[in-house]
């Protein structure tokens, strides 16, 4: 059947075979164990104070949109609103059976479409949570400095 040499050869090819899945295997024990930790330290060093938030601008004033895609800001406070997967409170004033009542603007027809632009009878799944996109307008102070200008404020040899 098998030679001498070809029997040895084997034995040599299974020895090393061996020994490179034991050191695979080994290695990577020893990195799964030096991996970094995801959930951090534990216990934690204490307690961090969350800081109260900024008081919402409650004037029902919708301000001019910094660029032409921007969302809409929310107008008025939304503490306490908790849309979940069955409910919404955003949409017992924004949808279209409620305007009328409500005074609220309605929410854009684009908000009524699935990902293959057909129309739907209720708001997509995807706009379904509105504070993904809109947020509520604050009194307060940028955290970080901001230079943006709109382009209505460039002067028109300027927008090169």
């Known amino acids: 059947m098998f030679s001498q040499g070809a029997a040895r050869y084997a034995d040599v090819s299974a020895r ?7 050191a695979a295997v080994l290695g990577g024990m020893a990195y799964a164990q ?5 959930v951090g330290p ?10 109260p938030l900024a008081n919402p601008l409650t ?11 921007q969302p809409p800001i ?10 979940t997967l069955t409910t919404n ?11 009328e009542g409500s005074g609220a603007p309605m929410i854009s027809v684009t ?23 809109h947020v509520g307008q604050t009194d307060t102070r940028p955290t970080v400095e901001n230079r943006f200008v709109d382009m209505l ?8």
């Open 16 to 22: 090393r075979v061996f020994v490179i899945v034991a």
């Open 34 to 38: 030096e991996s970094p930790r995801l």
């Open 42 to 51: 534990s216990p934690f060093p204490q307690e961090v104070q969350v800081p």
């Open 59 to 69: 004037n029902d004033q919708r301000p001019m949109r910094s660029f032409p895609e």
């Open 74 to 83: 929310i107008p008025h406070s939304i503490e306490g609103y908790q849309i």
């Open 89 to 99: 409170p955003c949409l017992s004033c924004h949808s279209r059976q409620y305007v």
């Open 111 to 133: 908000h009524y479409e699935n990902r293959d632009g057909q129309m739907l009878a209720d708001v997509s799944p995807r706009r379904y949570f509105c504070t993904m996109c």
């Open 153 to 160: 404020g460039v002067e028109p040899s300027a927008r090169q």
